[in-house]
Nanobody, 115 residues
Framework: VQLQASGGGLVQPGGSLRVSCTAS????????MGWYRQTPGKQRELVAT???????TYADSAKGRFTISRDDAKNTVNLEMNNLKPEDTAVYYC??????????WGQGTLVTVSS
């Protein structure tokens, strides 16, 4: 399984941004995909996940502002981020987990929220 992240960039506080993750390879083995984020000196933390059945999970910090969705035709998972705050600034990592609970990570994409 290979995961390719795209999107990210610089946005002002209160703005919106979308990051996307496209899976390739043995995509049939993927049970869930999602996004984690990490800032310097801190552990990587969950942002949101979505299962193959469409069940979503959000971190408390993301609830009400972020929406994760999947486009199965494109093997892509999107994370729409609204009302962004400076504390959302981080490197965002795409994650995929197979039915056998093997984890795969994409490259990180930097999201910077600043005026």
């Amino acid at each position: 399984v290979q995961l390719q992240a795209s999107g990210g960039g610089l946005v002002q506080p209160g703005g919106s941004l979308r990051v996307s993750c496209t899976a390739s390879g043995s995509i049939f083995s993927i049970n869930a995909m999602g996004w984690y984020r990490q800032t310097p000196g801190k552990q990587r933390e969950l942002v949101a996940t979505i299962t193959s059945g469409g069940i979503t999970t959000y971190a408390d910090s993301a609830k009400g502002r972020f929406t994760i969705s999947r486009d199965d035709a494109k093997n892509t998972v999107n994370l729409e981020m609204n009302n962004l705050k400076p504390e959302d600034t981080a490197v965002y990592y795409c994650h995929g987990q197979t039915y056998r609970r093997t984890s795969y990570w994409g490259q990180g994409t930097l999201v910077t929220v600043s005026s």
